[in-house]
């Protein structure tokens, strides 16, 4: 039975994750790597079997595929040359498959006679029905867990993902020819195990006075004034993923490809769009070391004993928050973040994202590498009816909060559900795993955890946060590979699974989310993981343009003046898009 990919088939121009069914077999990450899986096996058995010949029909079909999946027009000059084969054995190859109704050939525009090819909708259907077949091969002879269906599976992760990751050990990293290396990072309960870790079994180099952990918005500052001092104050700084456009585009971070090829660190193993948060203009720049989503937690007894559905949507939130709303008794509906400045900028970029849009004109899709180009040329989409429909949202959501609401930030959220005083938060899944392992938490083992609720119904867009290991530009080369060692195993599945045991549900590799040991820990790695394989994972929520943090300061001044000081919506969403645009122009 022929499978789906998230697009199934994709009009002409549409991009193959435009259109992704919840049920969909292949990713269109997981199908661009298979396409490079059978072209890197074929291509050894061309050039070193004796009296080998190129495939013709496989070749031209694996590079077609390809390029419809990068959204790269190819002609019939550039087809024959990545497929390596004669011009007239491929010319005639082409000409068959045009004939045979496997090749459409699409006009060029502007009155040129010449043609783009690309594969039609049987021969791609036929395609993937080869690939899904490779991919349960694969699936069976290395990856699969007994009793899971084909479709866990994600192929171009770890093939070995349900082996058991063997405990972190000191020797792994003592081993390493380290001098002390400072390092600037998020204050966070995971830097602060990460630095605990680091310290147990780096203790000649590993002093804690070389880790400095700032609070986020003193992060932005401090590594703002360290990349402007260009002074070797530390060798590592941990990168909010937003920001990587920002500090990328100015040159302050060194281009890590070649360090990459040299380190443990292997890319396949990571969550594709996670990966993909590091990369800016085709050079990664930035290591995932953890990412968080945003998601929705529930008190589960008291949605079981008052019989109230789990909301999917926002009118449904409202409802289920109003049925426990009693403010009287100091109990509340819902906590989230109403703080001014960035927390409430957040809000209302992720309530946007479940309105499946963004404040950025830019196609809704995750990137391997982000780039100018995504984004339309900065045109911004603020000032729209999708975002007065956050607005009203907002403002309900008020009605259902703590009377504090509009001081509230992610700890003070967390607070009132961990303490008993709400019957539902947004929150990450980094500081989700409190509910459970805290010993002040009044919520263990009464929790939901729920993908975020969207707008009418549409499809699940679950934000994705989290942090980038980088190495700032003024950093010696000869260090420079030193400290892309410690990076590794900072990284490495035995640091990540270590994590996640102690409590750190989320990581971006593969073999960690398939560990046996790791996915007993919590539930919020299956679910993750789960959200994840059916592409509700969203990197496209926070975009990482230059101009990221003004468009995120601006919002959170305007966005909280029209949620709680009375200044009128359509108003306060013009200013928002004025003030971004003339701050712009001026710094041009």
């Given at each position: ?7 199934k ?15 969909a ?27 080998a ?17 990068r959204?790269?027009?190819?002609d ?35 009155g ?13 259907n ?8 490779v ?23 770890s ?9 972190v050990?000191g020797?792994d ?13 998020n204050?966070?309960?995971?830097f ?25 918005p ?9 990349f ?14 937003p ?7 100015r ?16 890319s396949?193993d990571?969550?594709p769009s ?38 999917k949507?926002?009118d ?17 509906g ?12 957040n ?8 309105c ?14 982000w ?11 603020i000032?729209?009816?999708d ?79 989290g942090?980038l ?9 000869t260090?420079q ?8 195993w900072m ?6 699974k ?13 073999s960690?989310?398939?560990d ?21 994972l969203?990197t ?5 343009v230059?101009a ?21 919506p ?16 001026a710094e041009?």
């Amino acid at each position: 039975m022929a499978g789906k990919i998230v697009d199934k088939v994709t009009p002409v121009g549409q991009h193959p994750d435009a259109m992704q069914p919840q049920d969909a077999d292949l990713t269109s990450h997981e199908l661009s790597r298979i396409v490079d899986f059978l072209r890197r096996l074929r291509a050894p058995f061309d050039h070193q079997m004796p009296g080998a010949k190129p495939d013709v029909y496989q070749n031209i079909t694996l590079e077609l595929v390809d390029a419809h999946l990068r959204l790269s027009p190819i002609d019939k000059s550039g087809l024959i040359s990545l497929a390596d084969v004669p011009y007239s054995t491929g010319n005639r190859m082409i000409m068959k498959m045009i004939d045979d109704g496997l090749i459409r050939q699409v006009p060029r525009g502007n009155g040129l006679k010449t043609h783009f090819l690309e594969p039609s909708e049987s021969l791609l259907n036929a395609f993937m029905s080869y690939a899904i077949h490779v991919k349960g091969h694969m699936a069976k002879t290395f990856g699969l867990r007994q009793g899971t269906e084909t479709s866990e599976y994600y192929f171009g992760g770890s093939y070995f993902a349900a082996q058991i990751i063997s405990p972190v050990r000191g020797e792994d990293i003592t081993g390493l020819n380290l001098s002390d290396i400072k390092f600037l990072l998020n204050d966070d309960n995971y830097f602060i195990a990460m630095r605990n870790m680091w310290s147990d079994f780096r203790n000649e180099f590993g002093k804690r006075s070389s880790f400095d952990l700032q609070r986020l918005p003193n992060l932005y500052a401090k590594s703002r004034q360290t990349f402007s001092e260009m002074t070797p104050r530390y060798d590592v700084i941990a990168m909010n993923m937003p920001w990587l456009g920002e500090f990328a585009e100015r040159g302050e971070l060194a281009p890590l490809d070649d360090l990459i090829s040299n380190a443990a660190i292997n890319s396949l193993d990571f969550h594709p769009s996670v990966w993909g948060t590091g990369n800016w203009k085709g050079t990664q720049y930035g290591i995932p070391l953890y990412c968080t989503i945003e998601i929705l937690a529930a008190r589960k007894d008291l949605f079981d004993a008052e019989g109230v559905t789990y909301p999917k949507t926002f009118d449904e939130t409202i409802a289920a928050a109003r049925a426990f709303h009693d403010p009287q008794n100091e109990f509340y509906g819902i906590a989230w973040n109403g703080q001014r400045g960035m927390p409430i900028a957040n809000s209302f970029m992720f309530f946007l994202a479940a309105c499946r849009t963004t404040v950025i004109d830019m196609p809704l899709r995750n990137q391997e590498s982000w780039s100018f180009d995504t984004f339309d040329s900065l045109k911004l989409q603020i000032d729209t009816e999708d975002a007065l429909e956050v607005i009203e949202y907002m403002k309900q959501l008020v009605e259902v909060s703590p009377p504090d609401i509009a001081s509230i930030d992610w700890e003070r959220r967390i607070h009132y559900f961990m303490s008993g005083q709400a019957a539902m938060t947004y929150c990450w899944t980094m500081r989700a795993a409190r509910f459970e392992h805290e010993l002040s938490s009044r919520v263990a083992r009464r929790v939901a955890y729920l993908p975020p609720p969207s707008r009418r119904m549409r499809r699940v867009s679950a934000p994705v946060g989290g942090f980038l290991l980088t190495i700032p530009s003024y950093v010696e080369p000869t260090r420079q590979k030193q400290i892309i060692d410690a990076i590794a195993w900072m990284v490495s599945p035995e640091a990540m699974k270590e994590h996640v045991k102690n409590g750190f549900p989320v990581a971006p590799r593969f073999s960690v989310c398939a560990d046996p040991e790791a996915l007993a820990s919590s539930p919020i790695v299956s679910m993750v993981d789960r959200m994840a394989r059916k592409n509700e994972l969203v990197t496209w929520a926070r975009p990482p343009v230059p101009a990221f943090n003004l468009i995120e300061r601006t919002l959170g001044e305007e966005i909280h003046d029209i949620v709680f000081h009375g200044k009128s919506p359509q108003r306060g969403l013009r200013d928002a898009e004025n003030r971004i645009l003339s701050a712009i122009r001026a710094e041009a």
